[in-house]
């Protein structure tokens, strides 16, 4: 059974600093691995998909790495802003099925 | 304007009662999927739907039950055997393939009173 894991479960930074957040998954057999953004009581927003052949994805501030063979995935974000302030939830995409992980909660202070 | 609409937004249920939950996509997306979150739980699958007029349980189908009728409507109703009901709900499409990413709609929050 495929578990998510993202650690931690929330992170406070200062406005400006790189910050980077981890998922990491248990079963290494995906298709892909999706990053998705999601505000207080509004749905998910996705932000980068990596297909289980890619290394890494980029949108912008946000870089995304994938390594199977260790069941990681990072989520990079660059010169961190107040409006990134969001739960990030990582999804893993194996055959007919997918599993979130529980999200980490950023807050960037101004 | 595309995209996927879920309504009501907020919906109170009273103790036995059914209550369905709208879902409705113009992306011409071939499946449809819905999911429950808890505070501190990752979302749970719970019924999803790649074809109309066929759907397969997910992880946590019992005391649900959905129809897909239509390709843009796939409607979730939440029966008196679900025990624990209170929960966000969010409605997502795809076109089908494993590799296509997820459009969720806004979700609606569901509390029995």
């Known amino acids: 059974k495929q578990e998510v894991t993202q650690i931690p479960a929330a992170l406070s930074v200062p406005e400006g600093e790189n910050l980077v957040l981890n998922c990491s998954f248990t079963d290494s057999a995906i298709y892909n691995l999706q990053w998705f953004r999601q505000d207080p009581g509004k749905g998910l927003t996705s932000l980068l998909l990596i297909q289980s052949s890619q290394r890494e994805q980029t949108s912008g501030r946000l870089n995304a790495s994938l390594d199977k063979s260790s069941g990681r995935s990072t989520l990079y974000i660059a010169a961190s802003q107040p409006g990134d302030s969001a739960t990030y939830l990582c999804?893993?995409?194996?055959?007919?099925?997918?599993?979130f992980g529980t999200g980490t909660k950023l807050q960037v202070i101004p | 304007d595309g995209g996927i609409t879920q309504s009501p937004k907020y919906l109170f249920r009273k103790e036995g009662q059914n209550v369905t939950l709208s879902c409705e996509q113009n992306?011409?997306?071939?499946?449809m999927y819905w999911y429950r979150q808890d505070p501190g739980q990752g979302l749970r699958l719970i019924y999803y739907s790649q074809i109309v007029n066929d759907f397969q349980k997910g992880d946590i189908a019992e005391g649900y039950s959905v129809s897909r009728e239509k390709k843009e409507s796939f409607p979730l109703t939440v029966t008196s055997a679900q025990k624990n009901p209170t929960a966000f709900y969010l409605c997502?499409?795809?076109?089908?393939?494993?590799?296509?990413?997820?459009?969720f709609g806004p979700g609606t929050r569901l509390t029995v009173l």
């Open positions: 999804a893993v995409w194996g055959y007919q099925k997918v599993t």
């Open positions: 997502a499409s795809n076109k089908g393939d494993s590799t296509d990413t997820q459009y």
């Open positions: 992306l011409n997306h071939d499946a």
